[in-house]
């Protein structure tokens, strides 16, 4: 068989000898190493350095592949370059053997070209052959399937030969037959679970396809195309109970909160006017997202001194792109024995407050931002935990900007807390902040100090 692979020297010579070879009655084990490439073919099956010389046939009986630890000492018994010679017969290949194989620094390697699965028998040179094929051809590694190709880069056997799968006459189908968990065919050759122009190959918990060819769990909605990603599963939302709101008609529901009961994803549309939703959004024990159509901003505010979103019963809401905010009554969010996850969500200018964890809650933080009121704190932890990252949480007056009572977990990460209060702007002993910015210096890995927030002159804090 031909192909078109880069062969390394040891290989190159290995052939040239082995094809300039004539017949011999008898021929040795072809799985042994003065059939092959000598010290070349050693140095390949024991990348260890342990047995890199190549010992002829009778001279190491002990060894059935022919690789000693030891350079043979006499020419007769040492077949460095294989192609069936020894140096004794071939003293031309002494120069090559001593120059790379038998050297201190490390034993000969084979680049490029097809592997061997292990422990297969594959033929030897086959007798003199034209100077065209001896340059082109390689002896054939001796696979029956693919499962007996064990190298990553070339997983595939075709013609006896591992290759890789863009050499296989249906690459997908190929791979696919290997191992259905790797259909996929990459350009460099390997199987693997997807790539980006097949991301189709991931599903279920596992939709997205990593830079790793890996498919993994979403943790955007962006990630999941027409639906939005349950970050706390990895999967992507079923397309099939998509909702949407605009409350000035022209869809199908004019309530956050009647869209949230029929549908796991609700896409709200802003007013109007920047005018806002005027209802108190409740969900018990319902797992929903709650997204603002593409490039607008949705305002919510709560009625009658109740929040404008409250989670209870076990819910789990995920809210991105919508603003809570002017409740002149209550706090902005509340989450009670639930699981809250808001990104790129403003809380803010509610007069009980920004965002009030209870009951052994849990919320997650990510590119929001949160306010308090006068001397009421913006986020408020109650025997629950909280993951906070890339947020601003601003307290106003004397109330800081995090406040916690007997929390189960709080972590803080890359995140902004500033408070107008006297003291601090964290009231949170068991909080773990990290690379974060507040006025007074909090304990923590590459956290700042930057002193005094001025609200009339912002400079010593933003550039």
């Known amino acids: 068989m031909k192909i078109s692979n880069v062969i390394g020297p040891f290989q190159l010579l290995g052939l040239a000898l082995g094809f300039a070879a004539s017949c011999s009655p008898t021929r040795p084990n072809q799985r042994h190493c003065e059939v092959r490439d000598g010290d070349a073919f050693c140095a390949e099956k024991y990348g260890d350095g342990s047995r890199r010389f190549c010992s002829e046939s009778t001279c190491a009986l002990d060894s059935p592949d022919g690789c000693v630890a030891e350079r043979p000492p006499t020419d007769e018994c040492y077949a460095a370059c294989g192609g069936e010679k020894t140096l004794d017969q071939d003293p031309e290949c002494d120069a090559i053997a001593e120059g790379s194989s038998s050297s201190d620094s490390g034993s000969a390697t084979m680049t490029g070209g097809p592997t061997e699965p292990t422990g297969e028998t594959s033929t030897g040179p086959t007798g003199p052959t034209s100077d065209t094929e001896s340059s082109s051809s390689t002896t054939a590694s001796g696979c029956e399937e693919s499962s007996e190709c064990p190298d990553a880069a070339l997983p595939i056997c075709v013609d006896a030969v591992c290759v890789g799968c863009d050499a296989a006459a249906e690459p997908g189908d190929a791979c696919e037959a290997k191992d259905p968990n790797a259909p996929v065919c990459h350009e460099d050759g390997r199987c693997v679970a997807c790539t980006a122009a097949n991301p189709d190959a991931c599903g279920d918990a596992t ?124 706090v902005g969010i509340t989450a009670t024995a639930s699981s809250l996850y808001l990104d790129r969500t403003e809380v803010v200018g509610n007069t009980g407050g920004g965002i009030t964890l209870t009951g052994g809650a849990d919320g997650h933080l990510r590119n929001c931002f949160v306010g308090g009121f006068s001397d009421i704190v913006a986020m408020t932890v109650d025997e629950s935990s909280a993951d906070i990252l890339y947020t601003t949480l601003g307290g106003q007056f004397d109330a800081p900007a995090l406040a916690c009572t007997a929390p189960t977990a709080v972590t803080v990460r890359n995140s902004l807390l500033v408070s107008r209060a006297v003291t601090s702007d964290i009231d949170c002993d068991d909080a773990e902040v990290s690379y974060s910015a507040t006025e007074l210096l909090v304990p923590g890995m590459g956290n700042v100090a930057l002193g005094d927030m001025d609200m009339l002159d912002a400079t010593a804090w933003f550039a």
């Open 207 to 330: 939709p997205v396809c990593d830079a790793e060819n890996t498919c993994v769990g979403c943790s955007f909605h962006e990630q999941c195309s027409a639906t939005a990603c349950n970050i706390a599963t990895g999967a992507c939302f079923e397309d099939t109970c998509v909702a949407t709101v605009d409350g000035d008609g022209g869809a199908e529901y004019e309530d956050i909160g009647g869209a949230a009961m029929d549908g796991c994803v609700v896409i709200v549309h802003e007013l109007d006017g920047a005018l806002s939703y005027q209802e108190n959004v409740n969900l018990d024990g319902i797992t929903v997202a709650l997204l603002a159509a593409d490039g607008e901003a949705p305002i919510i505010v709560g009625l009658a001194g109740n929040p404008s979103l409250a989670l209870t019963g076990g819910a789990t809401a995920y809210v991105q792109g919508l603003a809570f905010r002017g409740n002149q009554m209550a």
